[in-house]
């Protein structure tokens, strides 16, 4: 966002400038023109990039534009290691994990984690960018049968207006507890309430007794507020209801934030316990950990 610029995963590791009233207030054709414009001129350097991936050693890498959906490309790779490190020390992931990414874009976390994880450890991954994960199945899972990737048609108003399923009820293509760690990286950024309600719902079906899941959100509490009105916030959730709110007053999608307190209830409705927040420096937080916000949720016992 350079204005800010529409951009998809808009918060995946790097500080925002913060929006302005003129892009902000846009309407929804404009901003949906920025992001044409933007795309088309990925698509017009692909040919510099693709000499330069050459020049790097980095053939095995995807298209620009790929790439760009997943984050921002200064610190694309570093941001792949940084939440394999978040899986391992927060999660307690190890080489024979089952991982489910939900939201894994052309499979980033999955090539940081190519070395690593090995059968009968599996990874999974899910996005609503169909040619993210044709890239992903045809140059990862090639080469690493325990790594598979599946497209979701789900709507979304910012990346997939024209998606078949809906969110809001959706239900995940896994068998129950299936998977020791459920990986979520800028995901509940870009949803409604509805939306995060029925995903924290499949996330306590999908998880084993002892799994965990990493998630992250942008949470507006009384420290992000107090750093607000010091204008630390690098993104300014100005629209929207006090427990959801966003940035970008026609189309909510791009940036999403909810009330801590809100995302608690919805955790708890689901049957998951905040297990840890390890807040990120979006708010403007000196010590964050990440950009956003990283929640762990697991499974709360059942009492039957």
């Not at 020791?180 to 719902?201: A, M, W």
Request: aromatic share 10%; hydrophobic share 45%; proline share 6%.
């Amino acid at each position: 966002m350079k204005i800010p610029n529409p951009d998809p995963h808009p918060a995946k590791g790097k500080v925002l400038p913060k929006s302005s009233n003129m892009m902000v207030e846009l309407p929804n054709p404009f901003i949906r023109a920025a992001i044409a414009l933007r795309t088309g001129a990925f698509v017009v350097l692909e040919p510099i990039d693709f000499a330069a991936r050459l020049l790097n050693g980095k053939r095995h890498w995807p298209s620009l534009a790929l790439r760009r959906y997943a984050g921002p490309l200064a610190n694309l790779e570093a941001s792949g290691a940084e939440f394999v490190a978040y899986l391992k020390l927060l999660c307690g992931a190890n080489s024979e994990s089952q991982i489910l990414d939900i939201g894994c874009g052309f499979g980033l976390v999955a090539l940081a984690l190519d070395s690593y994880l090995a059968p009968p450890g599996k990874y999974v991954g899910l996005d609503i960018n169909a040619a993210a994960i044709r890239w992903a199945t045809r140059h990862v899972s090639s080469r690493m049968p325990n790594f598979s990737f599946i497209h979701l048609d789900i709507k979304n108003d910012a990346y997939n207006p024209n998606g078949l399923q809906s969110a809001d009820d959706l239900v995940l293509p896994m068998a129950d507890a299936s998977f020791d760690i459920v990986l979520l990286k800028s995901v509940f950024t870009h949803l409604r309430p509805r939306e995060v309600t029925n995903y924290l719902h499949e996330i306590a079906r999908l998880l084993g007794p002892r799994g965990v899941c990493l998630s992250t959100f942008f949470l507006l509490n009384e420290a992000q507020a107090s750093l607000h009105s010091r204008g630390l916030n690098s993104l300014d959730f100005r629209f929207g209801a006090d427990a959801f709110r966003y940035a970008f007053r026609d189309l909510p999608e791009l940036a999403i934030g909810f009330a801590e307190e809100a995302m608690r209830a919805m955790a708890a409705e689901a049957h998951l316990a905040v297990s840890e927040i390890h807040y990120g420096n979006w708010s403007g937080r000196a010590d964050g950990l990440s950009y956003q916000d990283v929640v762990l949720f697991t499974p709360i016992a059942s009492s039957d």
